[in-house]
């Protein structure tokens, strides 16, 4: 499958899809046809102003762009356009998904950290940049947001990197999404290079301060085939040799992961880079979809109970965390149940079980400035449902 795939995206969202499109009518081969996008970050879902004082950067840097018109349904995303967020976001649009969901038609959010199948692409995201002071906080920010909670809420949680954590690299990821980048990747690449464009990262690598530690540790145990990030808004590409990968018995089956690093979007696109994924020969991806995920989705059931709202370190369990064949049985079981028939028949066994709502107003409406706070998303209560879960972070959708 040929992915385009996105750095910063800063809600040019209009140069990215014309970009893509001026790339697939270029071609009539189909397998030269970009058929996904993945998006690393600071996508900036503005629906309205009330979203843009949700997004953690200085008054005068804050301006709409056109995301509203994909929102409101005058515009369509041409192709399937999965994304994290970043530290540049309507955050109180996507915490309304923290489990992820459509933020527009064709439009999918990965959640605050998710893992989705698409087209035999097994996706994994982590959203936000790792921040010392609140890893191991709870999610405790609520509307309205004051400064120091805009500064808060993108930033990365242990909870999310522990819950990631408890996949097994047996079952491998072909990418893992994430905005910043994992710490010590400038160690596999050309790091003179790097320097040569951002001399002012040399401190924070003299530190052992550049990138997520979290992020580190996802990449050592998971062992993705590719990991793409962006914020550090430069170009890098790097190889991570698994010397002690499951199966590498041998130098030639050392397990290995491609990193890359995207700079950040232009008004020509100058972000979109073309990545081929192998996919599995029986896989039609003519028509893809968003597919959950089972062993996430049994490991969200089996972690939902350590979810806190306080400013307090989340305690994480001191013994091994274990996805059970029982806990695998019970999410196959539910999904099922359903999906592919019955409530969600429209859907297929397996598919997000949900569509895009609208919820709020979009710029230009009437009503653009009616917003309600802490509000809720559909999406999400049928998402929690599904799993048998409660409102911990999140709050019930009311119309």
Not at 167 to 180: C, G, M, T, V, Y
Not at 209 to 235: D, I
Not at 299 to 316: D, G, N, P, W
Not at 384 to 391: A, F, N, S, T
Request: charged content about 25%.
């Amino acid at each position: 499958m040929r992915v385009a795939v996105v750095g910063c995206t800063h809600g040019a969202l209009d140069a990215i899809y014309e970009h893509v499109t001026q790339i697939n009518a270029s071609t009539t081969n189909e397998h030269e046809q970009i058929q996904l996008i993945l998006c690393c970050g600071d996508f900036e879902s503005l629906r309205n102003p009330h979203d843009l004082t949700c997004k953690a950067c200085p008054p005068k840097y804050r301006h709409m762009n056109t995301f509203p018109e994909y929102y409101r349904g005058e515009k369509r995303a041409p192709i399937l356009t999965v994304f994290i967020g970043g530290n540049h976001e309507a955050s109180n649009y996507l915490r309304e998904l923290y489990y992820g969901g459509w933020v527009a038609p064709n439009i999918f959010y990965l959640g605050v950290a998710g893992v989705i199948n698409v087209g035999g692409l097994r996706i994994a995201g982590l959203s936000g940049i790792y921040g010392r002071r609140r890893y191991h906080h709870g999610f405790f920010e609520r509307e309205p947001y004051d400064d120091k909670m805009l500064k808060s809420i993108y930033c990365v949680r242990e909870l999310n990197v522990f819950q990631l954590g408890l996949l097994k690299p047996s079952n491998r990821l072909d990418a893992i999404l994430s905005h910043d980048w994992p710490r010590g990747i400038e160690r596999h690449g050309d790091l003179g290079g790097l320097l040569a464009v951002r001399p002012d990262f040399q401190t924070s690598i003299d530190v052992d301060r550049f990138g997520n530690p979290g992020g580190e540790m996802l990449l050592s145990k998971l062992q993705p085939a590719n990991w793409l990030a962006g914020h550090m808004h430069v170009h890098f590409e790097a190889t991570v040799v698994h010397a002690d990968g499951e199966d590498a018995s041998t130098t030639d089956d050392q397990v290995s992961t491609r990193f890359l690093g995207l700079d950040k979007c232009s008004s020509n696109g100058a972000c979109v880079e073309i990545v081929d994924f192998e996919t599995p020969a029986s896989v039609q991806t003519e028509d893809l979809r968003i597919m959950m995920d089972e062993e996430w989705l049994a490991v969200l059931r089996k972690t939902h109970h350590l979810l806190s709202t306080t400013r307090h370190k989340i305690r994480l369990p001191r013994e091994p965390v274990e996805i059970t064949d029982e806990d695998l049985a019970w999410v196959r079981s539910r999904v099922e149940e359903k999906t592919g028939r019955g409530e969600c028949d429209s859907k297929l066994k397996g598919e997000w079980p949900t569509d895009f709502v609208r919820t709020a107003p979009a710029l230009g409406d009437v009503d653009e400035n009616e917003v309600r706070l802490n509000m809720g998303n559909p999406q999400t209560d049928a998402f929690l449902d599904l799993l048998e879960l409660p409102h911990i972070v999140t709050v019930p959708y009311e119309t």
